[in-house]
């Protein structure tokens, strides 16, 4: 079975610009959540999403925003992009958003640089 | 709210010797507790977690960790560590929800 999957894997944007990126989760998953790793850190949970509705929010701005589709695809966008949004952005998902569900898997990030 | 800490950024360490990853969290309420690993340029790999039960979790890759009520602690720790170990291992909590507050992590380093 396909894992998680984030496109793209790379990519560079200036100041100012707007950037989306993409999220797959493993089939029967129906819960997405997004991290932002920023480099020689932990990763800082962004959202959470769970059958099309927010279910969560980290500590960030208003510039970041996300959605959920039908087929439990996710994309995180983030507008007015900063230099201080560069990071490896993590996207994992699991089978439900009761509780704790024990177990995330993670995707391999794609990695924004903004210059 | 929830905190992790790790105490130590980097961890040298000799082929075949053993190693020990501190990870120290706090919390008002009950959390759930997982060690994950990340090698170079990729995403984050489950090594073991905690949920309730004994308080000795073992892991892949022959890792293991102990959950220590009293300390707010869970310790990660390998007998015997292989070239391949070298990563960054973080330690995360999750009270509810999905929501995981990761340590800052540990780079272990491991040495021929």
């Known amino acids: 079975d396909a894992g998680v999957t984030q496109s793209p894997t790379h990519l560079i944007k200036t100041r100012g610009q707007q950037v989306t990126l993409r999220c797959s989760p493993i089939s029967g998953h129906k819960s997405v959540s997004w991290y932002q790793q920023v480099l020689g850190q932990g990763p800082q949970f962004i959202f959470q999403?769970?059958?099309?509705?927010?279910?969560g929010r980290g500590n960030f701005p208003d510039r970041f925003s996300a959605r959920q589709f039908p087929n439990y695809s996710s994309e995180l966008n983030v507008n007015a992009l900063l230099l201080g949004d560069s990071a490896l952005y993590l996207c994992?998902?699991?089978?439900?958003?009761?509780?704790?569900?024990?177990?995330?898997?993670f995707g391999p990030g794609t990695r924004l640089t903004v210059t | 709210a929830q905190s992790v800490t790790q105490l130590d950024s980097q961890v040298p360490v000799f082929e075949e010797a053993p190693v020990e990853l501190r990870c120290n969290y706090s919390?008002?309420?009950?959390?759930?507790l997982f060690w994950y690993v990340q090698y170079p340029n990729q995403g984050l790999q489950l090594l073991l977690k905690y949920l309730s039960g004994s308080t000795l979790v073992k892991g892949i890759n022959g890792f293991e960790a102990e959950f220590n009520k009293s300390q707010t602690s869970f310790h990660l720790r390998k007998p015997s560590v292989h070239i391949s170990d070298t990563a960054e291992y973080f330690c995360a909590v999750e009270a509810a929800g999905n929501k995981l507050t990761f340590g800052g992590g540990t780079r272990v380093l491991v040495k021929p």
């Open positions: 919390s008002s309420v009950s959390v759930y």
């Open positions: 994992a998902s699991s089978t439900s958003s009761e509780g704790a569900t024990y177990e995330q898997y």
């Open positions: 999403y769970y059958e099309k509705e927010e279910r």
